[in-house]
């Protein structure tokens, strides 16, 4: 990974409710109607959130039927993890 998609995951962790939401799907993976039970916002608003969260590649989105479900890419977590910890040794 680019030094430039760690600065777009920590771009997008930095609004309090993408940090919520990335907390929320952190637990379990959830569809947008489930995100929104959990915040004060709309549902544009959410769109725009999981849009810079699924952007920066944190979060993967998957159609099942009528619905997205947002999941945590452990695999961009794993690597933005490691990135930091080798940067302190």
């Not at 952190?26 to 489930?34: G, H, I, L, S, V």
């Not at 915040?39 to 998957?62: E, F, I, N, R």
């Not at 159609?63 to 302190?88: D, P």
Request: hydrophobic share 35%; with cysteine.
């Amino acid at each position: 990974m680019e030094e430039k998609s760690y600065c777009n995951i920590c771009k997008a962790l930095s609004d309090s409710n993408r940090m919520m939401i990335f907390n929320l799907l952190r637990k379990n993976t959830m569809c947008a109607f489930e995100i929104l039970e959990h915040l004060q916002c709309s549902q544009p608003t959410l769109s725009y959130h999981m849009k810079q969260l699924c952007d920066c590649g944190l979060v993967d989105a998957t159609k099942k039927g009528l619905w997205v479900h947002y999941s945590v890419n452990e695999k961009c977590l794993k690597e933005f993890s490691e990135y930091f910890a080798s940067k302190s040794e």
